[in-house]
């Protein structure tokens, strides 16, 4: 069974330093990976995803990850945040073939981002 | 519609009560799924269907949890003789084959 870890609960980082969220998966292929975010109060918002090719993933609001076979890993990482960042992220990892949807997607616990002023 | 519609949005009811959860999907998408997040928790999946199966129901937490799906489109989740833990927030999410899913803002069940 596929399964993901988020090792951090919180993270707190300075407005305009860079992060990196870490995210290690468990799947017997391939999977489909994906970083969403959730504002409070606000549904879940699909930051970035990796199927397939270029290792390296771009997404909205200025995020990217990098997917590392080796490592089980998809980070996600942003050069320099800002205030309206501080969300809980959640990764996930989805099957192959269905778009992480033959049995629907397998979701990290999340990690809190606070920034600080 | 432009995105998944949950209905409702909020709802309290008292414990031993039945509830009815509502989820529109994004217009054309076969897959739709049930999650549940509890406070401090991550996200539990619950079901899935294609079309109007649901081939995996293993996340489904007991036998007082049901989902149908009728004419591809619209999905009930029904809790029944509700309990104070199943209290939490319910995401409903489609997709169309191969592509990501797409959440709805949720509904909020308090038990009390």
């Known amino acids: 069974a596929q399964s993901v870890t988020q090792p951090d609960i919180h993270i707190t980082v300075s407005e305009g330093a860079s992060l990196e969220l870490r995210c290690n998966y468990s799947y017997g292929a391939t999977p489909y990976l994906f970083w969403y975010v959730q504002s409070p109060g606000q549904g879940l918002q699909l930051l970035l995803k990796y199927f397939s090719g270029d290792t390296l993933v771009q997404g909205i609001k200025g995020f990217e990850a990098e997917f590392k076979r080796s490592q089980s890993s998809f980070n996600l990482r942003k050069p320099s945040v800002h205030w309206s960042d501080a969300a809980e992220y959640f990764c996930a990892v989805g099957a192959v073939g269905s778009g992480g949807g033959a049995d629907g997607l397998t979701f990290g616990k999340g990690t809190h981002l606070i920034i600080q002023p | 519609g432009a995105g998944v519609s949950q209905s409702p949005s909020n709802k309290v009811t008292e414990k031993g009560k039945d509830v009815e959860l509502r989820c529109d999907p994004i217009?054309?998408?076969?897959?739709l799924y049930w999650y549940r997040q509890s406070l401090g928790q991550g996200l539990e999946f619950l079901i899935y269907?294609?079309?109007?199966?649901?081939?995996?129901k293993s996340g489904l937490p007991s036998d007082r949890f049901s989902a149908e799906r009728t004419g591809g489109s619209v999905s009930t989740l029904t809790i029944q003789r509700t309990q104070q833990e199943d209290s939490a927030v319910y995401l409903c999410?489609?997709?169309?084959?191969?592509?990501?899913?797409?959440f709805g803002q949720g509904t909020r069940l308090t038990v009390v």
């Open positions: 999410a489609s997709s169309s084959y191969g592509k990501e899913a797409f």
């Open positions: 217009s054309g998408h076969t897959a």
């Open positions: 269907f294609q079309g109007n199966s649901a081939p995996d």
